[in-house]
Nanobody, 123 residues
Framework: QVQLVESGGGLVEPGGLLILTCTLS??????????MSWYRQTPQKDRELVAK????????KYGDFVKGRFIISRESARRTMSLRMDMLQSEDTAVYYC??????????????WGQGTQVTVSS
């Protein structure tokens, strides 16, 4: 069983910087088996993709609203994925969720979500 734990959320002023981290744990789990992503959600909107990174970090994808402000990365030795968020705006206020997905040889998928971390951008 995979556990995902997010950290790094909090209150930041507009234009500020936050770094979110997701740590993957679980007995017998191989970190590089999983593509990983950050999603976010507000009460007014459905959950949306913020950024995605593939198993070995070779491919990254961002939501259109990111516009070069965020950088996703992963570190296998620490089993962590990070999201550096710069030039934050009030519209970025949301709960941010870590997501991990593995495609098995049978083409079935295993998917896991973290509990979420609140990011609030306000002066």
């Amino acid at each position: 069983q995979v556990q995902l734990v997010e950290s790094g959320g909090g209150l930041v002023e507009p234009g500020g910087l936050l770094i979110l981290t997701c740590t993957l744990s679980g007995s017998g789990v191989t970190f590089t088996d999983y593509d990983m992503s950050w999603y976010r959600q507000t009460p007014q909107k459905d959950r949306e993709l913020v950024a995605k990174i593939t198993r070995y970090g070779g491919t990254k994808k961002y939501g259109d609203f990111v516009k070069g402000r965020f950088i996703i990365s992963r570190e296998s030795a620490r089993r962590t994925m990070s999201l550096r968020m710069d030039m934050l705006q009030s519209e970025d206020t949301a709960v941010y969720y870590c997501y991990a997905r593995r495609v098995n040889p049978s083409y079935s998928t295993d998917e896991y979500w973290g509990q979420g971390t609140q990011v609030t951008v306000s002066s």
